[in-house]
């Protein structure tokens, strides 16, 4: 069907329009396209969004509420030939990594570490200009949870049991700490359970438990296995124990151990 007119095409309706192809829609105009809505507008797509603007400039525009830009599983990349400004006219300008967090110019550098330590480094001279200084001891401001709001949750538990056959378990009543990729997300104390509910976000990489008298454990978050049994043991607690080096003798498969090792814990009953 080919529709062509020298002057308009309008349709109209009270209802619905609906366009649909199993292939390709174009929309092209010489001039102008507006795309207009009393409410909503919505666009989603499988794999990518393109804007490009070749001679002009592109506006986000608020009136009411907040303006979100999330990567979920990538590098947000701002760049701009001439300056860029980043301003709040009434509130507060926040910067936070759960990392590292560096600026940069002219060779110097200053960066905040994720252990909370601050390097400043200059090839030229530093000129500090001040009332007063006041120099105190150490504090610490743990940032919020950045983690996506609208991202997948999934509900983990971290057993803190020695090994899946232990009886003893962090001592009942043990402050804790857990950061998520170095943002603080809970705090509390141990129940007699040993275990610690966790409200996982799928683009959380680390987790990190400070405990009160002192102990601090990393645990990484793997996106996948190689291998999914293996994995699923491994999550179980069931590690491998390097050996003394240079004995001599082959390193033994990790893999094959943790499989013994969960066939003497969990024995079948064909065993």
Known sequence: M?????VGIAASTQ?????AADQLINLVSGQTTTVASGQSLIVAALNLISLFAQNGGMKAIAGKGDIDIQAHAGVIDLAAQL????RS???VIEVASGKEVRILCGGAIIQINQDGSINIHSPGKIDFKAASYSFAGPARVDITNPAFKDSPIQKLSLNTFASPSATGAIPTGMP???YAD?????QGVFDKSGQLPIDHHVATQ?????LANGDRHDIPVPGEYRDAANGALANRGIQFHEGQPDTGTAAADRAVHRQVYGDLLNPSSEA
Request: glycine share 4%; hydrophobic share 45%; proline share 3%.
């Open 15 to 19: 209802q619905s329009v609906h366009l």
């Open 2 to 6: 080919l529709l062509d007119s020298p």
């Open 83 to 86: 300056a860029l400004h980043i």
């Open 176 to 178: 804790y700490k857990l």
């Open 89 to 91: 006219v009434t509130d």
């Open 182 to 186: 170095g943002a603080l997300v809970k």
């Open 206 to 210: 680390k987790y990190t438990l400070e």
